[in-house]
């Protein structure tokens, strides 16, 4: 059943309970023994993304904009993998409806994380094939990513919505999400899942950043700045290469806090990671 809103001051106040570290190389492979094939032994564990467009891995034709997911490999150490299923455009119904979940999970081995972060798109109300109310539909469909990775031995991870760039007119950022973070806490809560909370993360530094200089973070090009845009943009959702790197940084401390990662499976969380260390594929 939904998780009611009664419940949602509970998880705002519950600690997410620890869940065992992200296995190391010999235990993972050790996991992945059971039940699986001798090239199965040899694989990473693997942090498997599922979510929207803030996420989701870009084309060079639309360079500089950047998914968080391009830039996570960063923070994490070389014993472990990404594989970036988030696409432009989904909620958690069309990732699930256009059979993109079904897809995922057979991929998914005992060790590896699959984090889910919708929402953007969910509240679109306008679009049924997308639309989902936060506190019935919304979770129902989070829970198919919940169950689904549990079965398959991985271990899931919900994600708040990474804020986008709003300010009030005293120059306060402003949260855009409406009920959506409460439902993912809550559900995170009740299903005992570890959540990392994007949206009040990236709120927080926004407001530290401020209305101006975040446009650096965010795809907000001038004419002529940029070819892909020769007439400029003004995306206050997407994200350039800084904005990108520092969302998956987030990313990476949260999922230390929760103890779904082990210190020892991160890295740089406090160093400069440079721009120029995106790359956008051809194809």
Not at 120 to 125: G, R, T, V
Not at 155 to 160: D, G
Not at 253 to 267: F, K, N, V
């Amino acid at each position: 059943m939904p998780v009611t809103r009664r419940t949602a001051m509970k998880a705002a106040l519950a600690a997410v309970p620890l869940v065992p570290a992200l296995a190391s190389p010999a235990s993972a492979h050790e996991a992945l023994a059971h039940g699986h094939s001798p090239h199965d032994r040899t694989r990473r564990p693997t942090l498997h993304l599922a979510g929207d467009s803030t996420a989701a891995s870009k084309l060079g034709s639309a360079a500089p904009e950047t998914g968080w997911g391009m830039a996570l490999p960063f923070f994490l150490h070389p014993h472990l993998a990404v594989a970036n299923h988030a696409l432009n455009g989904r909620s958690s119904k069309s990732f699930i409806d256009e059979g993109r979940l079904a897809a995922v999970l057979p991929l998914l081995r005992p060790g590896d994380l699959l984090l889910v972060q919708f929402g953007h798109n969910d509240s679109k109300s306008a679009d049924p094939a997308r639309y989902t109310e936060p506190w019935s539909t919304y979770q129902q469909h989070l829970r198919q990513y919940i169950d689904g990775a549990r079965a398959r031995g991985a271990r899931p991870v919900l994600l708040t919505s990474v804020e986008r760039r709003r300010f009030d007119t005293a120059g306060n950022a402003v949260a855009t999400y409406g009920e959506y973070p409460a439902a993912v806490r809550a559900l995170a809560s009740h299903t005992r899942v570890p959540l990392v909370d994007v949206q009040a993360a990236s709120l927080e530094k926004w407001q530290e950043v401020g209305a101006e200089p975040l446009k650096s973070y965010f795809n907000w090009l001038e004419p002529g700045e940029h070819p892909n845009y020769p007439d400029g943009v003004r995306d206050n959702t997407h994200f350039r290469p800084r904005g990108a790197i520092e969302v998956a940084r987030m990313v990476a401390t949260g999922l230390r806090r929760t103890g779904a990662l082990h210190p020892r499976d991160l890295r740089r969380l406090h160093a400069p990671v440079p721009d120029e260390w995106i790359t956008w594929p051809t194809a």
